[in-house]
């Protein structure tokens, strides 16, 4: 059975232990078929406990290889994805949440931004807390995945 990429083990072999025995070893008689045909039925036993003594072992070694291979990947994203920082004062464009909520009015021509809100604080993980333009603020942090820089146009009156 080929072995997964993320944790360099066959799944049968994180269940079980061991490597899976196909029907046509047994049929042909592999090697590992023959050196197994050869112990006593106590020697395969205590083999067969070891194994599994030994499993414990092969699942923390897949995932310390799964955790491995998620940072590898987690880095080749994080080298594409540009953050959005934003300070307090900033004025910003929210995106209108759920995405689908379109107005039966417009169609597909709804707007898909809303604003211009300001940005009252920053919470952790890149989240700001938003408040309108009368000073009425948001209950919930929006993450700045949501969020465009607004800048005002020259033709509307101050």
């Not at 987690?74 to 920082?85: I, L, M, P, R």
């Not at 995405?99 to 211009?116: D, L, M, R, V």
Request: net charge positive.
């Amino acid at each position: 059975m080929a072995c997964h990429g993320a944790t360099k083990v066959s799944p049968y072999q994180l269940v079980y232990g061991h490597d899976v025995v196909l029907p046509w070893e047994i049929k042909t008689g592999s090697r590992r078929i023959f050196s197994q045909d050869q112990l006593t039925t106590n020697d395969y036993t205590t083999l067969m406990k070891d194994g599994l003594d030994d499993l414990a072992g092969h699942r923390l070694r897949a995932l310390i290889s799964i955790e491995e291979n998620k940072k590898r990947v987690a880095k080749w994203y994080d080298k594409k994805v540009k953050a959005k920082k934003f300070v307090e004062g900033d004025l910003v464009w929210k995106v209108i949440l759920p995405i689908g909520t379109k107005s039966s009015k417009f169609g597909k021509w709804s707007p898909n931004w809303e604003g211009p809100y300001q940005i009252n604080r920053s919470a952790p993980d890149n989240a700001y807390i938003l408040e309108t333009l009368e000073g009425v603020e948001f209950p919930r942090a929006l993450n700045g995945k949501y969020l465009k820089k607004y800048y005002p146009s020259i033709w509307v009156d101050a």
